[in-house]
């Protein structure tokens, strides 16, 4: 029996999602590895003190997610709350809520686990930060796990994915764990090079080649020998270089515009593309026998809106990068703000999530947080900001009355903050304040 508790606090203390055990009189009696590093403190030391004292959630007087277990014996789900986390800040979290029966189906107590936007859940067991790389979700951690795998490989890489998504991240990723990541590693937009001089920048010229060809150059492919070359936006190569770069990857041969000397080079080609190149070949806009050579390893990138578990940890990174540019101390992001955030379905993927970040520390009222005023005007259209909500602006009209309001809506707080253009956490707040006012 004591083998077997062992072992379960071991599986519990390896999960990245803190999980904390209550007793039917709300005492604690197990925290897990992630929730003593999240609260700072040892679960020593929280064992037998009460649950409000340590989570300090915002919720625990008047909507206990426990209480609410007990009451209506249904499981609670992605809970939206707040705790205090070992910085001293009270940060917004998703919390899960069961009730703990015994044989005889009779309530013991309760469990709670949780997720903050935060990379301090990193207890060991998932990687959130690989070569640069931010992910937790499933599909980000295949993709590291893929990364890994072919490190001892030279083969072609073929990156497809919609603007924004990192492909460039993942190819420094591949060269990084690469056997040539000491070698050079030379880039190439293909999309941002005219077409009569992508040939040049390719492969080189020799003088006279063209018309402004004043003296030899030496192209990128030959700048690479014996490391990696990136070509990204391949989709946009024209048809005449993808039968030049066709050759070079079947017997690393070519020719500088203007020579006639064959040269020959050994280079790694990791290409990356946000076109449907099974679309362009259909369309006769790209070589079939192109896209197999450069699809030996194909990693398909998706895009933010199919791995939302990884926003919080995009939120963190890139507030850890505008703190220091900014010279800023902002810790978090207001609950109300941070749920438009998780809702928003991100069109442009991680670049847009860096320049809504960015947005948002240019205008930040607050020293410590992001509020909703200080998100771009199309996140935050129909919602107000809880700052500029005023209760006693509602207290000199007596037909706007918060509690009037309240009162005509038989107290449904989520229907209130409908009416008002706010978000039903701000009604709460503002309902409380009144209360201990």
Same mark, same amino acid.
């Given at each position: 029996?004591?083998?077997?508790?062992?072992?379960?606090?071991?599986?519990?203390?390896?999960?990245?999602? @803190?999980? #904390?055990?209550? +007793?039917?009189?709300?005492? $604690?009696?197990?925290?897990?590895?992630?929730?003593? /590093? %999240?609260?700072? &403190?040892?679960?020593?030391?929280?064992?037998?003190?009460?649950?409000?004292?340590?989570?300090?959630?915002?919720?625990?007087?008047?909507?206990?997610?426990?209480?609410?277990?007990?009451?209506?014996?249904?499981?609670?789900?992605?809970?939206?709350?707040?705790?205090?986390?070992?910085?001293?800040?009270?940060?917004?979290?998703?919390?899960?809520?069961?009730?703990?029966?015994?044989?005889?189906?009779?309530?013991?107590?309760?469990?709670?686990?949780?997720?903050?936007?935060?990379?301090?859940?990193?207890? @060991?067991? #998932?990687?959130? +930060?690989?070569?640069?790389? $931010?992910?937790?979700?499933?599909?980000?951690?295949? /993709? %590291?796990?893929? &990364?890994?795998?072919?490190?001892?490989?030279?083969?072609?890489?073929?990156?497809?994915?919609?603007?924004?998504?990192?492909?460039?991240?993942?190819?420094?990723?591949?060269?990084?764990?690469?056997?040539?990541?000491?070698?050079?590693?030379?880039?190439?937009?293909?999309?941002?090079?005219?077409?009569?001089?992508?040939?040049?920048?390719?492969?080189?010229?020799?003088?006279?080649?063209?018309?402004?060809?004043?003296?030899?150059?030496?192209?990128?492919?030959?700048?690479?020998?014996?490391?990696?070359?990136?070509?990204?936006?391949?989709?946009?190569?024209?048809?005449?270089?993808?039968?030049?770069?066709?050759?070079? /990857?079947?017997?690393?041969?070519?020719?500088?515009?203007?020579?006639?000397?064959?040269?020959?080079?050994?280079?790694?080609?990791?290409?990356?593309?946000?076109?449907?190149?099974?679309?362009?070949?259909?369309?006769?806009?790209?070589?079939?026998?192109?896209?197999?050579?450069?699809?030996?390893?194909?990693?398909?990138?998706?895009?933010?809106?199919?791995?939302?578990?990884?926003?919080?940890?995009?939120?963190?990174?890139?507030?850890?990068?505008?703190?220091?540019?900014?010279?800023?101390?902002?810790?978090?992001?207001?609950?109300?703000?941070?749920?438009?955030?998780?809702?928003?379905?991100?069109?442009?993927?991680?670049?847009?999530?860096?320049?809504?970040?960015?947005?948002?520390?240019?205008?930040?009222?607050?020293?410590?947080?992001?509020?909703?005023?200080?998100?771009?005007?199309?996140?935050?259209?129909?919602?107000?900001?809880?700052?500029?909500?005023?209760?006693?602006?509602?207290?000199?009209?007596?037909?706007?009355?918060?509690?009037?309001?309240?009162?005509?809506?038989?107290?449904?707080?989520?229907?209130?903050?409908?009416?008002?253009?706010?978000?039903?956490?701000?009604?709460?707040?503002?309902?409380?304040?009144?209360?201990?006012?």
């Amino acid at each position: 029996m004591i083998k077997a508790l062992e072992q379960t606090s071991e599986i519990l203390d390896s999960l990245s999602e @803190g999980v #904390i055990t209550i +007793d039917k009189n709300f005492m $604690i009696t197990f925290v897990n590895r992630a929730a003593e /590093i %999240f609260m700072g &403190i040892e679960r020593e030391n929280a064992v037998g003190l009460s649950c409000r004292n340590v989570c300090k959630s915002e919720f625990c007087d008047t909507e206990c997610p426990i209480t609410q277990v007990i009451k209506t014996d249904r499981n609670l789900y992605s809970y939206n709350s707040r705790m205090l986390c070992s910085k001293g800040n009270a940060i917004p979290v998703k919390l899960n809520a069961a009730v703990i029966r015994n044989r005889n189906n009779e309530p013991q107590g309760g469990v709670l686990s949780f997720q903050a936007p935060s990379t301090q859940f990193n207890t @060991g067991t #998932i990687q959130f +930060d690989f070569c640069d790389l $931010i992910g937790r979700s499933k599909l980000m951690r295949d /993709i %590291f796990e893929l &990364i890994d795998e072919i490190s001892h490989s030279d083969a072609s890489v073929l990156i497809q994915g919609e603007t924004g998504t990192g492909k460039e991240l993942i190819a420094n990723a591949i060269q990084q764990k690469s056997q040539r990541r000491n070698k050079p590693f030379v880039k190439i937009n293909c999309a941002v090079i005219p077409q009569q001089l992508l040939g040049s920048e390719l492969f080189g010229h020799v003088k006279g080649a063209f018309t402004d060809a004043k003296s030899d150059r030496v192209g990128r492919f030959e700048l690479a020998d014996g490391g990696t070359i990136f070509l990204d936006e391949i989709g946009e190569m024209p048809l005449n270089m993808q039968t030049q770069l066709l050759r070079v /990857i079947q017997n690393g041969s070519f020719e500088r515009l203007g020579e006639s000397k064959t040269r020959k080079v050994d280079v790694r080609i990791i290409a990356a593309t946000n076109t449907l190149i099974e679309t362009e070949i259909d369309n006769k806009q790209f070589r079939s026998d192109l896209f197999f050579r450069l699809n030996v390893i194909p990693i398909q990138v998706p895009p933010l809106r199919d791995r939302k578990v990884d926003l919080p940890y995009l939120f963190d990174h890139f507030i850890n990068i505008y703190n220091s540019v900014y010279k800023k101390n902002i810790l978090e992001i207001d609950t109300d703000a941070l749920e438009i955030l998780l809702d928003y379905d991100w069109p442009g993927n991680i670049r847009e999530v860096e320049n809504v970040i960015e947005y948002a520390f240019i205008r930040s009222k607050k020293n410590k947080s992001i509020c909703i005023c200080g998100l771009p005007p199309a996140l935050r259209s129909k919602v107000r900001c809880s700052e500029e909500f005023d209760t006693q602006r509602y207290s000199t009209r007596k037909s706007e009355n918060l509690l009037s309001l309240l009162e005509r809506n038989n107290w449904n707080q989520s229907k209130v903050a409908e009416i008002l253009g706010v978000h039903r956490t701000t009604v709460w707040r503002k309902l409380k304040a009144m209360q201990s006012d």
